[in-house]
Structures are given as C-alpha cells and as structure tokens.
C-alpha cells in the first residue's frame, strides 16, 4: 500500500526532457548592459545622495537584476511584482526584525510571510525573499532605518531599475518591457 502511494510522488521527481535552444548573444548583450546600468545606477546614487555609500545596494537587486534584463517576459519580473513584492517583504522583514530579533526565528519567520504576503497580493517576486531576510540580518545602519528601509533603499532603488529596465529592455525590436502595469 505504501509502496502505491509513493510511486506516483516520486516518478513526479524525475521531471521531463529538457530542450535548450542555441544562446541568443544579442539577447545576452542586452541582458549585460541593462544588469550593469541598473546596478551601476543604484550605486552612483547611493554613494551621491546617502550618508551610507552601499546601503542602497541591497543584496536582493542582483536578482531583481537578473529578472529585469534577462527574463524580462516573466511575469515576476513585472513592475508590479518587482515594486510590491520587494516593498512588501521588506515591511515584513522589518516587523519580524522588530518582533524577533536578528536570530534565526526571526529570519525564517521573515522569508516566510513575505512569501505569504507577496502570493496573496499578486505580487509574487523572489528577490522579495531576500529583501525581507536582509531587513531581519542587514546590521545596525539598516536596523536604523526602521520602516523606511522599505522606501529607501528598497522602493528607491527599484524604482530606479524599473524606469531603466523600460528604457533599455525596449531598444531591442525583439523585446518589450514590460508585458502590463497591473
């Protein structure tokens, strides 16, 4: 009986056949260019116009990154996923901070209601996850900022890689960013 009920669960682990197309290298190229203009913008912005030069490189905008210009389709790379879902779980992230502490209850319970918030809200997004786990572990400079680590440096910065992934995204004919708003 056992032995029934288990085969079906783990045939479902074997997964398909994978088909790769060949690598399109102006498609890579433009993925390059946007991951760099968007990072390097955040970090011009950060070491002009904040106290803290790398408080608004926040782990997470690697991923965003990877999202905005290099699955640009996707629809977690959207801008109502990438905006919501980072602001959100980082309020998230924040009140498990303040709740919880820095230690480990606090950054499990973190990634784990922003993950929540973010699927009830349609605003899934997974840099979200990290956003909220770096709120929970980030130090004493991000701890100081409280709440507003969800503007600055969260909404801010992607705000700014959002603005960039639709000017650049849309220089390419074969691209079109974004895919809605809503």
């Known amino acids: 009986m056992v032995r029934t009920m288990l085969k079906p669960y783990v045939a479902k682990m074997r997964g398909g056949p994978l088909k790769r197309g060949r690598p399109h290298v102006a498609d890579a190229l433009w993925s390059w260019l946007g991951a760099f203009l968007g990072m390097a913008l955040i970090g011009w912005l950060s070491s002009h116009y904040l106290a803290v030069s790398s408080l608004l490189l926040v782990g997470s905008f690697g991923a965003t990154s990877v999202l905005l210009y290099g699955a640009p389709h996707s629809p977690l790379a959207q801008p109502r996923n990438v905006l919501g879902g980072n602001m959100l779980s980082a309020l998230v992230g924040v009140a498990c901070y303040h709740w919880l502490g820095d230690g480990w209850l606090a950054a499990a319970m973190a990634v784990s209601v922003a993950l929540l918030v973010m699927q009830l809200t349609h605003t899934l997004h ?10 929970v572990i980030g130090g004493q400079p991000l701890h100081e ?38």
């Not at 997974?126 to 709120?135: D, E, Y």
């Not at 503007?151 to 220089?171: D, E, K, R, T």
């Open 145 to 182: 900022l409280g709440y507003w680590y969800a503007l600055l440096p969260v909404g801010l910065g992607c705000l700014a890689m959002l603005v960039l992934a639709v000017l650049i995204n849309n220089l390419a004919r074969h691209r079109r960013y974004p895919l809605h708003w809503h």
């Open 126 to 135: 997974p840099p979200g996850g990290a956003t909220a786990l770096i709120a």
